[in-house]
């Protein structure tokens, strides 16, 4: 069974910083594709970044301001999130899936930002007051 644990959610005024985390099995830190997505209220669930391996991808609203990454001795997931801004505030989730996808565009090989993924957390509330 995969289990995610996020932390770090909280209120901050725009153009702050929050970071979030989340822990993992070994097993899925290592094996399936991580990210982040979030929800705003009467919005639908959207995908904000994932990572695989040294692979990653960002929605085009955070790219720049936020940055995932791996705590490979912790076998957490972490997101950075700075300038942050009102519509930045949602449910964020951690989640996890087996199927890794890349694209190719270009010549080059990017990681693919799913829609949906297979296993989420409970998620934790960012609220950016302006």
């Known amino acids: 069974q995969v289990q995610l644990e996020e932390s770090g959610g909280g209120s901050v005024q725009a153009g702050g910083s929050l970071r979030l985390s989340c822990a993992a099995s070994r097993y899925t830190y290592s094996n399936y594709l991580m990210g982040w997505f979030r929800q705003a209220p009467g919005k639908e669930r959207e995908g904000v970044a994932v990572i695989d391996g040294g692979s990653t991808t960002y929605a085009d609203s955070v790219k720049g301001r936020f940055a995932i990454s791996k705590d490979n001795a912790k076998s957490t997931l972490n997101l950075q999130m700075n300038s942050l801004k009102p519509e930045d505030t949602a449910i964020y989730y951690c989640?996890?899936?087996?199927?890794?996808?890349?694209?190719?565009?270009?010549?080059?090989?990017?990681?693919?930002?799913?829609?949906?993924?297979?296993?989420w957390g409970k998620g934790t509330l960012v609220s950016i007051s302006s």
């Open positions: 989640a996890a899936d087996p199927s890794i996808q890349y694209v190719w565009r270009g010549g080059n090989r990017y990681l693919k930002l799913p829609k949906m993924m297979t296993y």
